[in-house]
């Protein structure tokens, strides 16, 4: 109910730039997604650098496309500022996944506007005065 009335007091401009926004968290979330359930094979090495097993890694990739699947329909269907939270963490996550895994600086900071778009969703959706 709050989320419905927040949006309905977004001028015309914030309306359409959060749909932007949520159109490029739901691109990301699909696509990370299908990534995931696919076990995309260097995606091991992201969560075995964390400490978890091969074998952890294979299972769990096809829950977390899941999970990412139910972000990006979300992000389109029932947007809201905790959701665009859990998103950021995620895309954070993940992202730093890549240093941990022995990758370059520059693959973090190439994934910066996956944590961006959330993040500038989450101050849409904020209650400001």
């Keep these: 109910m709050a989320v419905a009335l927040l949006y309905h007091i977004m001028n015309k401009e914030q309306k359409l730039l959060a749909w932007i926004l949520r159109i490029g968290v739901c691109g990301t979330f699909i696509g990370h997604g299908t990534y995931a359930l696919q076990v995309k094979p260097?995606?091991?090495?992201?969560?075995?650098?964390?400490?978890?097993?091969?074998?952890?890694?294979?299972?769990?990739?096809?829950?977390?496309?899941?999970?990412?699947?139910?972000?990006?329909?979300?992000?389109?269907l029932k947007p809201n500022k905790y959701l665009f939270m859990w998103a950021a963490l995620w895309c954070t996550l993940t992202a730093f996944s890549r240093i941990t895994a022995g990758e370059s600086v520059l693959e973090l900071l190439e994934r910066f506007s996956n944590i961006a778009c959330p993040l500038a969703l989450v101050y849409l959706y904020s209650n400001r005065k």
Excluded: N, R
């Design 42 to 76: 260097t995606w091991i090495k992201l969560i075995t650098s964390l400490g978890f097993t091969p074998g952890f890694a294979v299972t769990a990739m096809p829950v977390i496309g899941i999970v990412d699947y139910i972000v990006a329909i979300l992000a389109l």
